[in-house]
């Protein structure tokens, strides 16, 4: 939802586009990606039938940009110069693989990894041969990085400047612990798929909206396994946790 246009622009004005590589299938609009989703949707018991829904629903949002197929990296710790301006580039993957902010002085421009009204998602990512990419620690590691810096002014990819930032981070880091602890509460000693503790938790929600509650499940059920509060079962192709002894 941020790079809809980069193409457009590249094509209208001759403008060079920076981003970082690791979010280059999105740039070029690899199918492996939806693949890759479609497959770990079944293996967490979402029915067949979601899969059509949320293939489309991807689909559609793919009709709103063209291909970006060529950019300049962006690599962590890089400066930039705009006027009189240095912009230090920061690495912040979790909602996205190649996610990134610009920091300035005691300003920096988060993107998604820092709203003010709303949580950013730690989007299901996936290697080239689609093993799954934990997200959710990626995301509390930038949001700790960003609390390191202490900015004071916060310009996030949606809504207004706000800041300080310190008291936003700390809100969203105690977000995900509260989070992390409903999703304990709901394991049992029956192993249960990670779609039915979605849908427990966010029962009406349309298929993209699934994606995005199922991406947080996931997450704060990584966490669980990682910490050995729950534990991950693998039989026929199906995952399912339950909680550990």
């Known amino acids: 939802d941020h790079f809809g246009l980069a193409a457009t622009l590249v094509a209208e004005t001759g403008a060079t586009v920076y981003a ?11 199918r492996a990606f939806v693949d890759h989703l479609l497959i770990f949707f079944r293996q967490h018991g979402a029915p067949a039938s979601l899969g059509p829904l949320v293939y489309e629903a991807l689909r559609s949002m793919r009709r709103l940009l063209d291909p970006l197929l060529s950019f300049e990296p962006l690599t962590d710790g890089m400066r930039l110069t705009s006027g009189k301006v240095e912009l230090t580039v920061l690495h ?3 909602h996205s693989a190649g996610h990134i902010c610009l920091s300035a002085e005691s300003r920096v421009i988060a993107g998604d990894v820092l709203l003010e009204e709303i949580s950013p998602n730690p989007l299901l990512e996936f290697t080239p041969d ?3 990419i ?3 620690p990626l995301l509390l590691g930038s949001l700790r990085r960003l609390l ?5 002014q916060i310009f996030p990819g949606h809504g207004e400047p706000f800041g300080p930032a310190a008291p936003r981070i ?4 105690e977000h995900h612990v509260e989070r992390r ?3 304990a509460a709901l394991l049992t000693d029956t192993p249960q798929q990670a779609f039915d503790l979605a849908r427990l938790l966010f029962p009406n929600v349309d298929p993209l909206n699934r994606l995005l509650t199922l991406s947080e499940v996931i997450g704060h059920l990584d966490l669980l396994v990682a910490d050995g509060r729950a534990l991950e079962i693998t039989e026929g192709g199906r995952a399912a946790y339950r909680r550990s002894d």
């Open 20 to 30: 970082h590589p690791d979010d280059t299938p999105k740039f070029t609009g690899e």
């Open 148 to 152: 390191d810096l202490n900015p004071a």
């Open 170 to 173: 700390l809100r969203m880091l």
């Open 181 to 183: 602890e409903q999703i």
């Open 92 to 94: 912040t993957p979790g």
């Open 130 to 132: 689609g093993k799954r």
């Open 134 to 136: 934990r997200t959710l």
